[in-house]
């Protein structure tokens, strides 16, 4: 195939390709009950509830990862909750939150309660620590209410003093960049009660794991059929396919994609009625 010359800058071109990203969603087994602790907390752990996620099909370096939980629990503070990768990625975990609200390594929690569906991304807003001390205040005035469902930041464990401060899967967790090899396999998230006389319920999990698109499914992203990314329709087909060419030959360059790929789209754009009346 004929070079084609790229009008793009590559800098224009590694933005993009940074920038977009495929999400798969990958639903967990084994959900229910988190077994209650034998002993008197804080940090008496039981025998934990293991939920997997089956995670396969994925071709690019792990970009954003988020995990979400349907659950209850009668007491926040009882319970440390942390997602563990595959062995091939080193079978390392990192904490979504547990005893939260401790200010010490024996001292009480939080007593908030869980009633709901809680997503931990690094795109959230809410901050858990500071939820469950605003719904500790509440259950303090003797109102139950149970902590809010929405998305929620990561944290250490414990409360400010004794370290439970913000986490991010991207610089925290070693999870963000695991190739293809590392992190397709079984990945666990682990739920286990720290006091006796209360235990919960995992109704639902799911990991999410984004990946850079790649091949056709991104250039069509890059050059929708429908018109250019920044508005407006195709002033004619041709408009459209010298828009496939320049993006094609930019990614081509980059590595982005291979002759045979480049090839293919090119002649797939051809043969389209993107563009035309």
């Known amino acids: 195939m004929k070079r084609i010359k790229a009008i793009w800058s590559g800098a224009v071109a590694a933005i993009l390709l940074s920038s977009i990203a495929s999400g798969a969603i990958f639903p967990g087994t084994g959900t229910g009950a988190i077994p209650d602790s034998l002993q008197e907390g804080p940090a008496n752990y039981g025998t934990p509830l293991i939920v997997s996620f089956d995670v396969n ?22 319970l440390d909750v942390f997602l563990t990768s595959p062995p091939s990625a080193g079978g390392n975990s990192f904490t979504l939150f547990s005893r939260v609200g401790a200010l010490s390594f024996y001292g009480h929690y939080s007593y908030a309660p869980l009633n709901g569906t809680y997503q931990f991304s690094d795109s959230a807003w809410n901050l858990w620590n500071a939820s469950a001390d605003a719904e500790n205040y ?36 070693g999870f963000i960049g695991l190739t ?44 929708p059929c429908p018109g250019p990314r920044s508005g407006g329709h195709w002033k004619n087909h041709g408009q459209y396919v010298s828009a496939i060419g320049n993006v094609v030959g930019e990614l081509l360059s980059e590595g982005a994609i291979t002759e045979q790929e480049a090839e293919d789209i090119v002649e797939a754009a051809v043969k389209s009625d993107c563009g035309k009346k």
């Open 57 to 78: 099909g994925l071709t690019g370096n792990i970009q954003d990862i988020s995990v979400s939980i349907t659950m209850n629990h009668p007491y926040i503070g009882d």
């Open 138 to 173: 509440y259950w303090i005035s003797n109102s139950l209410i149970p902590l809010s469902s929405g998305a929620y930041r990561t944290s250490r464990p414990g409360g400010d003093a004794l370290g439970g401060t913000l986490t991010t899967f991207h610089m925290d967790s």
């Open 180 to 223: 293809p090899s590392q992190a397709n396999g079984t990945w666990t998230l682990t739920l286990r009660d720290g006091a006796t006389a209360d235990s919960g319920f995992v109704t639902a999990a799911a990991l999410t794991i984004a990946v850079p698109v790649r091949g056709a499914a991104l250039v069509e992203q890059l050059v």
